[in-house]
C-alpha cells in the first residue's frame, strides 16, 4: 500500500491497514518515503522496503513528487535502467 501524505488526520490508517493485513504500508511524505512493515506486534517503521530490497527509495523520492507523473515514471525507469 503506497498512500500520499497531504494532511495529517485523525484516522489511525496503519490499524486500518493492519486489520487488512497489508505487510507494508508506504507513505510519500514531502521528499521521502516512510516505510512500516507489518509484524506480529503492529507495524515496524523500517529503512527500506523488506518486499522491494533493492528499490532505491531515495531515488524514487526524487520522481515521486514531479509535476508530470508520466514523464517523471518514464525517467525513473530510465535512470534505474541506466544503473
Same mark, same amino acid.
Given at each position: 500500500?503506497?498512500?500520499?501524505?497531504?494532511?495529517?488526520?485523525?484516522?489511525?490508517?496503519?490499524?486500518?491497514?493492519?486489520?487488512?493485513?497489508?505487510?507494508?504500508?508506504?507513505f510519500v511524505k514531502?521528499?521521502?518515503f516512510e516505510v512500516?512493515?507489518?509484524?506480529?506486534?503492529?507495524?515496524?517503521?523500517?529503512?527500506?522496503?523488506?518486499?522491494?530490497?533493492?528499490? +532505491?527509495?531515495? %531515488?524514487? *523520492?526524487?520522481? @515521486?513528487?514531479? +509535476?508530470?507523473? %508520466?514523464? *517523471?515514471?518514464? @525517467?525513473?525507469?530510465?535512470?534505474?535502467?541506466?544503473?
Amino acid at each position: 500500500m503506497i498512500e500520499v501524505v497531504v494532511t495529517s488526520g485523525s484516522v489511525d490508517k496503519l490499524e486500518v491497514y493492519r486489520r487488512l493485513q497489508v505487510q507494508e504500508v508506504w507513505f510519500v511524505k514531502t521528499d521521502y518515503f516512510e516505510v512500516h512493515h507489518l509484524r506480529e506486534t503492529g507495524y515496524e517503521q523500517i529503512e527500506r522496503s523488506e518486499i522491494l530490497s533493492d528499490l +532505491d527509495l531515495d %531515488l524514487l *523520492a526524487q520522481y @515521486a513528487v514531479a +509535476d508530470d507523473p %508520466l514523464d *517523471a515514471a518514464l @525517467a525513473f525507469r530510465q535512470k534505474i535502467q541506466s544503473v
